[in-house]
């Protein structure tokens, strides 16, 4: 009986406490072997997420890149977040656990994620820190697509009485940023974002955590930051579970 249940799983499914990327078994989802291989915590870039040497604390891509508020043609914010931090590169085996969870969908795997998240330098403080967790929001029909916030997840797992669903909007789903270069990117999310009615009073002075599955050039979080400070937040900050690598923009 055991070995037709076998015969019947597909190589994609797992078995019941098997590690979702070694198959280890019997194991958690993500066994602490691969956790010490994939995802050993590495000093990052504080503006960007991008790896650093150890003791720097700004990437040379930061540090080249026009950061005065503006790109390099004076149209896209690229200073808007204090801080920023992220778990692991958004590369094997993170990007097909990450379409796992947000495409398949499998929003279990939010706590998992989270706990990922959680582990990387300076999150702890800066969930610590908070006054409020956002969840970058999706418009509507992403949503009704999807079933779910990815985002959402991740910031309940993270910090439940934190985690604040309506203060931001998502005015409008800006068109698939992959294919794009880095300053079309960057133009692609203007104003994409707004602060509900009624909610800038409680934005006021605080400080925001923003709470994303994946930070491709940042272009999507510095938006969302330049929203909320616009209503007068006092710092905002992001926490990331993967980056997308420097080869991967």
């Given at each position: 009986?055991?070995?037709?249940?076998?015969?019947?799983?597909?190589?994609?499914?797992?078995?019941?406490?098997?590690?979702?990327?070694?198959?280890?078994?019997?194991?958690?989802p993500l066994?602490?072997?691969?956790?010490?291989?994939?995802?050993?915590?590495?000093?990052?870039?504080?503006?960007?997420?991008?790896?650093?040497?150890?003791?720097?604390?700004?990437?040379?891509?930061?540090?080249?890149?026009?950061?005065?508020?503006?790109?390099?043609?004076?149209?896209?914010?690229?200073?808007?977040?204090?801080?920023?931090?992220?778990?692991?590169?958004?590369?094997?085996?993170?990007?097909?656990?990450?379409?796992?969870?947000?495409?398949?969908?499998?929003?279990?795997?939010?706590?998992?994620?989270?706990?990922?998240?959680?582990?990387?330098?300076?999150?702890?403080?800066?969930?610590?820190?908070?006054?409020?967790?956002?969840?970058?929001?999706?418009?509507?029909?992403?949503?009704?697509?999807?079933?779910?916030?990815?985002?959402?997840?991740?910031?309940?797992?993270?910090?439940?009485?934190?985690?604040?669903?309506?203060?931001?909007?998502?005015?409008?789903?800006?068109?698939?940023?992959?294919?794009?270069?880095?300053?079309?990117?960057?133009?692609?999310?203007?104003?994409?974002?707004?602060?509900?009615?009624?909610?800038?009073?409680?934005?006021?002075?605080?400080?925001?955590?923003?709470?994303?599955?994946?930070?491709?050039?940042?272009?999507?979080?510095?938006?969302?930051?330049?929203?909320?400070?616009?209503?007068?937040a006092a710092?905002?900050?992001?926490?990331?579970?993967?980056?997308?690598?420097?080869?991967?923009?």
């Amino acid at each position: 009986m055991f070995r037709a249940l076998l015969s019947r799983l597909t190589p994609g499914h797992l078995l019941p406490s098997q590690c979702a990327i070694c198959r280890a078994w019997p194991a958690a989802p993500l066994c602490a072997t691969c956790l010490r291989r994939f995802a050993s915590p590495r000093p990052r870039c504080r503006a960007c997420a991008l790896p650093v040497a150890e003791g720097m604390d700004v990437c040379a891509v930061c540090l080249l890149w026009p950061r005065s508020g503006a790109d390099a043609d004076g149209k896209a914010p690229l200073d808007q977040l204090d801080r920023c931090h992220a778990a692991v590169d958004y590369d094997w085996p993170w990007n097909d656990l990450i379409s796992r969870y947000k495409f398949g969908p499998e929003p279990g795997w939010a706590s998992t994620l989270a706990s990922l998240m959680r582990g990387a330098p300076g999150a702890s403080e800066a969930l610590d820190d908070a006054d409020a967790l956002l969840p970058l929001p999706l418009t509507q029909a992403r949503l009704r697509e999807r079933g779910f916030n990815q985002a959402l997840h991740l910031a309940r797992a993270l910090a439940p009485r934190k985690t604040r669903l309506n203060w931001l909007l998502r005015l409008r789903h800006a068109p698939d940023q992959h294919s794009l270069p880095r300053a079309e990117r960057l133009r692609n999310v203007q104003d994409a974002f707004g602060v509900a009615r009624g909610k800038r009073r409680l934005i006021e002075g605080q400080r925001l955590l923003l709470i994303d599955d994946v930070m491709t050039t940042g272009a999507t979080l510095n938006a969302a930051a330049a929203a909320l400070r616009a209503a007068g937040a006092a710092e905002v900050s992001a926490l990331v579970l993967a980056r997308t690598p420097l080869d991967g923009l």
